[in-house]
């Protein structure tokens, strides 16, 4: 029986079809996108970027109505000092939110983690040092307790952590006896406690330690966010608890993990503000947990989880502090700025919501 020609094949003339294929590169946009899409799209990969532009304006306004009054070594290095306790409070809360979770107990952490330091340094004689672990300890096991409840028992991490707000705001009043430890006891007792407070001079401007532990801290994390596996995991639990666990992420103790350095971050702050204060106050930063959301949110992290950047966060408690600082020497009435900056949280939100749609 004859081989039947190749015409009747026409498979194996796959050479001649692939030759008279095409070679165009598939296309899937169907059209040239737009100046303002572009810009959407450069937003949502770079989540830090909305805040600077906000903090550049705002100092670039203030600095012209008010001058040299405004723009000068001390009252730039001033707004770092207010904010100081604010960005180290919103770094914790940081790590919370990029979780698509949130964390409203990081001001009672923070002032009772603070008051262990004081009370075991003067009371209890404790040398300071030790005093100093024993607070993180506190600031830790609270961060551990929100970490286990949300990741083991499945709560919502609002409920978990507004009770744990009340309890541990109850426990310090409980424990300190609404009493301020002085400024001359802990000079006298554990100096280290006020070593944030110190300050260091460059010309004009005057950096508080307390700064410098903020700028560090968001330099550390922000390389750990970025460069290391355990920041990877942390955005794919935020973005999708599902999909992260599905790869391989192990979402529960990713959790735990988070909140436990939350609770050591918040402990830090606590000694930070021994610094700023002077003294030990059981009633000090009553609404650290509201600033630190607002630094986060002004800050463009979405309260959705797993976008946003730590610098953001440090731009947003920079520029709630351009605010203060320059309505104050304008000389307008206080609650300007509060309706300012609620003015900024929404349109802050909105602004998430519209570079959203771009990964939609």
């Not at 572009?38 to 012209?64: D, R, T």
């Not at 600031?139 to 028992?153: E, S, Y």
């Not at 988070?258 to 830090?268: E, K, N, Q």
């Amino acid at each position: 029986m004859s081989e039947p020609q190749a015409a009747t094949k026409p498979h194996l003339e796959y050479e001649k079809v692939l030759s008279g294929s095409s070679t165009q590169v598939a296309q899937f946009d169907s059209h040239d996108k737009t100046p303002l899409q572009k810009f959407q799209h450069f937003l949502h990969g770079s989540p830090a970027a909305v805040p600077l532009i906000v903090l550049l304006l705002s100092v670039g306004v203030f600095g012209a109505i008010l001058g040299s009054k405004f723009f000068s070594a001390f009252s730039l290095t001033l707004i770092l000092q207010q904010v100081a306790i604010t960005g180290i409070i919103g770094a914790a809360q940081t790590l919370v939110i990029l979780t698509a979770g949130i964390d409203l107990s990081v001001g009672a952490i923070m002032v009772l983690s603070s008051v262990v330091m004081g009370q075991f340094a003067v009371h209890y004689g404790i040398p300071g040092p030790l005093a100093v672990l024993c607070g993180f300890a506190v600031g830790a096991l609270c961060g551990f307790i929100n970490g286990w409840l949300v990741a083991r028992v499945k709560l919502p991490p609002f409920i978990v952590t507004l009770g744990l707000w009340q309890i541990v705001l109850a426990s310090n009043f409980l424990y300190s006896a609404n009493e301020t430890i002085r400024a001359q006891d802990l000079q006298e007792n554990a100096p280290i406690l006020q070593y944030f407070g110190q300050s260091l001079r460059l010309g004009g401007a005057v950096f508080t330690y307390g700064v410098i532990a903020m700028v560090l801290l968001v330099c550390a994390l922000w390389y750990v966010l970025n460069q290391t596996a355990w920041g990877r995991h942390l955005y794919a639990v935020g973005d999708d608890p599902d999909a992260a666990e599905l790869a391989g992420v192990n979402v529960k103790r990713m959790l735990v993990s988070v909140y436990t350095l939350s609770g050591l971050i918040c402990a830090l702050a606590g000694w930070a503000l021994i610094g700023r204060l002077g003294s030990v106050s059981p009633t000090a930063g009553q609404f650290a947990n509201i600033e630190s959301i607002t630094a986060v949110v002004i800050g463009g992290l979405s309260l959705f989880g797993g976008r946003g950047s730590i610098l953001g966060m440090l731009f947003g408690a920079l520029i709630v502090g351009v605010f203060q600082l320059g309505l104050r020497l304008v000389g307008t009435d206080p609650q300007w700025t509060y309706l300012l900056i609620g003015v900024l949280i929404i349109a802050a939100v909105a602004i998430d919501q519209w570079i959203r749609k771009v990964a939609g």
